[in-house]
């Protein structure tokens, strides 16, 4: 088993910055991949960041990769994801997955994580 547990979500204003962590405790040996993922109300669930957890390599969709990054201390068990430039439409809640073991991963796909924290709320003003 894997638990994972986000952090560092708020009130920020359009244009400014916030970092969110997700620490990863049990079984992190066993962790292939962590995605970070975020759903709005009335919205599907969207992909927003990835990282493999021995190699740090690191996967984004378009949209998502001029103001995110996605880091990871393996020391501290953490990934971080940081958001730049925000817009009121980056409004979600933010949740962090991972993937147990494995060779590859589909990233976008939430059914491919194993695990998942419970979110952190991001509310971006205007």
């Known amino acids: 088993q894997v638990q994972l547990v986000e952090s560092g979500g708020g009130l920020v204003q359009a244009g400014g910055s916030l970092k969110l962590s997700c620490a990863a405790s049990?079984?992190?040996?066993?962790?292939?991949?962590i995605g970070w993922f975020r759903q709005a109300p009335g919205k599907e669930r969207e992909f927003v960041a990835g990282?493999?957890?021995?190699?740090?390599?690191?996967y984004y969709p378009d949209n998502a990769k001029a103001r995110f990054t996605i880091s990871r201390d393996n020391a501290q068990n953490t990934v971080y994801l940081e958001m730049k430039s925000l817009k009121p439409e980056d409004t979600a809640v933010y949740s962090c997955?991972?993937?147990?073991?494995?060779?590859?991963?589909?990233?976008?796909?939430?059914?491919?994580?194993?695990?998942w924290g419970q979110g952190t709320q991001v509310t971006v003003s205007s």
């Open positions: 997955a991972a993937k147990s073991s494995g060779h590859s991963v589909r990233w976008a796909s939430g059914n491919e994580y194993d695990y």
């Open positions: 049990g079984r992190t040996f066993n962790i292939y991949v």
């Open positions: 990282i493999l957890w021995e190699s740090g390599y690191t």
